[in-house]
């Protein structure tokens, strides 16, 4: 693709030619992850089809993501959850939302942190796989910059 192409116009250039946003299918055909169209607060998901829902663009709401553990652990495989953003009290206290407390689960990303990096890395490359993309948001979760794909 010409480098002076408009990003946006990248990203659907590299969704027609490589299915970006979707899952492949038996016969290399994709097939769409309708997963962000019933996108909602305290619904668990697989890091993979998170990442094809960010390739899609098709944010519906603000989240934060959680999960068992700390989430240099996590693989495409790996369980999160999709809640919303903690309050902060008037006295700076911090209040989980009530699904991630009852179920002892931690912070991992924002929905910002993982936009942010999945569109660098398909900037960047504009075939970048999941892997690649969560080895990104991992580099970016522990390094505050985004990593050279």
């Known amino acids: 693709m010409a480098a002076n192409t408009p990003y946006i116009t990248q990203l659907a250039k590299a969704d027609e030619i490589y299915g970006v946003g979707a899952e492949r299918g038996a016969k290399g055909k994709s097939k769409r992850n309708n997963w962000s169209t019933d996108m909602k607060h ?11 829902s960010l390739k899609a663009q098709k944010k519906e709401l603000t989240y934060c993501v959680y999960g068992k553990g700390s989430s240099d652990q996590a693989t495409l495989e790996t369980d ?26 931690e912070f991992w990303f924002t929905d910002e942190l993982l936009e942010d990096v999945t569109f660098n890395a398909l900037k960047q490359k504009t075939s970048a796989t999941n892997e690649e993309i969560l080895k990104a948001i991992k580099h970016y979760n522990e390094r505050d910059s985004f990593m050279k794909l």
Do not use: A
């Open 42 to 52: 305290n619904q668990s998901i697989k890091i993979n089809d998170l990442i094809d």
């Open 80 to 105: 999160c959850v999709i809640d919303e953003y903690s309050e902060i009290t008037d006295d700076d206290e911090e209040i989980s939302p009530k699904y991630i407390t009852q179920n002892n689960l």
